[in-house]
């Protein structure tokens, strides 16, 4: 299976449980719907949705933005039909199940605004396929997203360095790193640290939002080697550091 393919089957698996385990992500979507709500956007923007999940970023703005039409897609058939079973009975809302490097829109479509919380970190070329996305803007509108960045799990990978291991979490971008990627892109970041009551907790949760497929190329710790880790990850408080970046990206001209 492809690694899309496993990025896929392990977010299906957790639709069911994920908004169990999902307080980053709540938090982060609420943060990326302030600063959508503060868009110069038109009264009543056509908005498309990438790796929507269980629809958290949707709840978020819902009462700050008037849409006219919001189609919700994801990756996942499973997380998009969550998402219909939360908001299917809005007006003017559509899922569709789709890779958000592959969109399935005729060349002529456009939207005024097009979003994404947490799912971009996912994507197999970041830079080229955020600029194809851009370009399906209509004239005035904005991509708004949040991606993981460089510091997230870094307790996590210091724990496999200290006992000679690499960790199988994926490399992520520097915020600076980001902006460079795309003309007239503005990159905030934020830290937050989630305290765990213990290691396995931590992989528990990772597990619970469908988010543990190693970085290419990476083979799962033996059980003996896991266990060590664990201890040195506890040993250090059991906590760990997500690194969220928000970017915003205007149409380009
Ligand atoms: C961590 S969840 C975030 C979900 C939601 N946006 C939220 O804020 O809770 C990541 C989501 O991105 C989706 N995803 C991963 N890769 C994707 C891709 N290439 N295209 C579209 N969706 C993708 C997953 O299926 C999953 O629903």
């Known amino acids: 299976m ?14 069911a449980t994920y908004d169990r385990h999902a307080d980053i992500q709540r938090h982060v979507a609420r943060r990326l ?3 959508v709500a ?5 009264p009543r923007p056509r ?3 990438i790796g929507c999940g269980t629809g958290f970023l949707h709840e978020a703005l819902q009462p700050r933005l008037a849409y006219g039409e919001w189609i919700f897609s994801d990756l ?3 997380m998009a039909a969550r998402a219909r079973e939360r908001f299917g009975a809005l007006p003017h809302t559509r899922y569709v199940v789709m890779d958000g490097e592959q969109p399935c829109f005729g060349l002529d479509v456009r939207f005024d ?8 970190q996912w994507f197999e070329r970041l830079g080229e396929s955020v600029a194809a996305l851009r370009r399906m803007l209509a004239p005035g509108g904005w991509l708004a997203f949040t991606t993981m960045a460089r510091d997230s799990f870094h307790e996590w990978r210091q724990a496999h360095r200290q006992l000679g291991l690499e960790a199988a979490t994926p490399a992520y971008p520097a915020p600076a790193d980001l902006a460079a990627l795309w003309p007239g892109a503005r990159v905030d970041e934020e830290h937050i640290t989630q305290e765990y009551q213990s290691g396995r907790d931590f992989l528990r949760q990772l597990k619970g939002i469908g988010a543990q497929v190693p970085a290419p190329g990476r083979q799962p710790l033996t059980p003996g080697a896991l266990a060590r880790v664990i201890r040195c990850f506890e040993d250090h408080g059991a906590r760990s550091t997500y690194h969220v970046a928000t970017c915003r990206l205007p149409a380009e001209r």
Do not use: C, H, N, W
């Not at 503060?38 to 038109?42: D, K």
């Not at 605004?113 to 971009?120: A, G, K, Y």
């Open 2 to 15: 492809t690694r899309k393919g496993q990025v896929r089957e392990a977010f299906g698996l957790a639709a």
């Open 38 to 42: 503060g868009l110069p956007l038109p």
């Open 33 to 35: 719907a302030g600063v």
């Open 47 to 49: 908005v498309l949705e």
């Open 113 to 120: 605004l097009i979003v994404s919380s947490l799912s971009f």
């Open 76 to 78: 996942s058939p499973d």
